[in-house]
């Protein structure tokens, strides 16, 4: 390629070829080298940056709604389509590669780094998510999808090569930088900075990329005004970057607020899940101390005993010498399996650490649960239940089944026939296993589903309710070992109980006749019917 006004400092020559002294060519070749490495490592970086922007929409979105399968495929659908519209949009930007190269870049270092706090603000105080969340995808895609064929113009532009030969060079640092981006968002960037300020971090690793490849290798093709104005669109950018990295804290603070009623006493964002713990007196002047998961309550203080004492000690009506609970991080289902002297172990399994901490450091959670998980006769591991499971070869005399709703796919799987047969294998010949079944009156379909997933892995179970004020009508399944239906009834060795009497046990039996039971396929891991039931059940209230 012959030297001209247009082409970047690093390749100008002095002279022409035929006349360069051998020192002169190597030079020249050397730097034509380095600019082509710099150049490819920009892509590199871009590319990092653009696949990060992608996992924090999916991730938030998981977290927020739920349905990671749906939050994924609407991401990825309209961002991939927009790259596309991007790349025709980019064509007649390749007048001006350089200048346009970093103005997309600073775009998208803005909207890419604000997107997740955007998103977020938008689902705290407002109706909306989807809208939002479609455009931003579809913005995000736009800017993504320019990149490319820029940077072949400006790779070109150092050298001219062979179409093929600049399209691998491209695709190889591109496809290098999805693969890091790809392992440091969920390795890195979410368990150290969280959502919004590892967004952030990358918007400025995105702007830096850009702006120094143009002001290094093509700031000949500016001219002054434009550096200028880039420098301080620049500035501005980095400004605003750093300013909303340092308000984070009070804004995450400030949008958490805003989804719940009572005031704030513990947030996190783990590894997992969003976990939120509220307080506030009840209307009796009671302490409601409530865990939300995801947004989605997990208890409230005030009539927890409800549901846990019909989660637990209908499955203790029998052999109990070694119980396994699988989730229950709050400890307030083994302190109900503690009540029976003559238990000898109960593990735990309950995927996240940081529930589990809480449970034996949260001062209050603590004095609910009685201190429950560090008992001497409790084992707690922090795996997935049904990874661990299948490692597993002894038995339990009952299984208390205590997942989150099945609005995730990663809980979804929890409430499969496969992970019910795998949970039987590990039942002595006469124990007990329960499960909660989420509402039989506000999402009917999906309790009558898990009824019949349970049947399509053996069982006979035994579906009953109560009434759990803050959650209301509350369903639950109990199966034996041998996959006979098992009766319900209460091991007096546990009590006196706050709510449950063999006459409730009795009534619970009974469901409304617009709520009775419904035949519902099984849900399983190939087919997770379960999934979409949950969610368009309680959409509609």
Known sequence: MTASSDAPQTTDTTGPADTAGPAETTLSARRV???????????FAVSACGLVYELALITLGAYLVGNTAKQASIVLAIMVFAMGIGALAAKPLRRWPALAFAAVELVLALLGGFSVMLLYAAFAWTDLYSLPLVAVAAAIGLLIGAEIPLLMEL????????????VADLNAADYLGGLIGGLAFPFVLLPFFGQIQGALIVGAVNAVAGVLLIFVLF????????????????????LLLVAAFVYTDKFETDARQALYAAPIVYSEDSQYQQIVMTESAS???EQDLR????????????DEYR??????????????????????GDGLAVREILKYDDVETVTLVDLDGAVTDLARGFGDLVALNGDSLDDPKVTVVNEDAFTWLRQQTGAWDAIVVDMPDPDATETAKLYSTEFYALAGDHLAADGRMVVQGGSPYFAPKTYWTIAA????AGYDPTPYWVSVPSFGDWGFHLVRADGTAPSLGLDPAAGPFQSLTPELLQAAQVFQPDRDYMEMPPSTLMHPLILDLVESEWQNY
């Open 307 to 328: 549901y846990h004492e019909a989660l637990v000690h209908p499955a203790m009506n029998g052999p109990h010498a070694n119980v396994l609970v699988l989730g229950g």
């Open 155 to 166: 790779l070109q532009r150092i050298r001219e090569q062979a179409a093929g030969a600049a």
């Open 453 to 456: 997933t349970l049947a399509d």
């Open 33 to 43: 080298r380095l600019a082509r490495f710099g150049l490819l490592a920009t892509a």
């Open 283 to 285: 209307p009796f002047g």
């Open 219 to 238: 700031r000949r093709d500016l001219s002054k005004l434009a550096k200028q104005v880039l420098g301080l669109v620049a500035g501005l950018t980095a």
């Open 291 to 302: 865990l939300y998961l995801n947004g989605d309550l997990q208890f409230s203080s005030v």
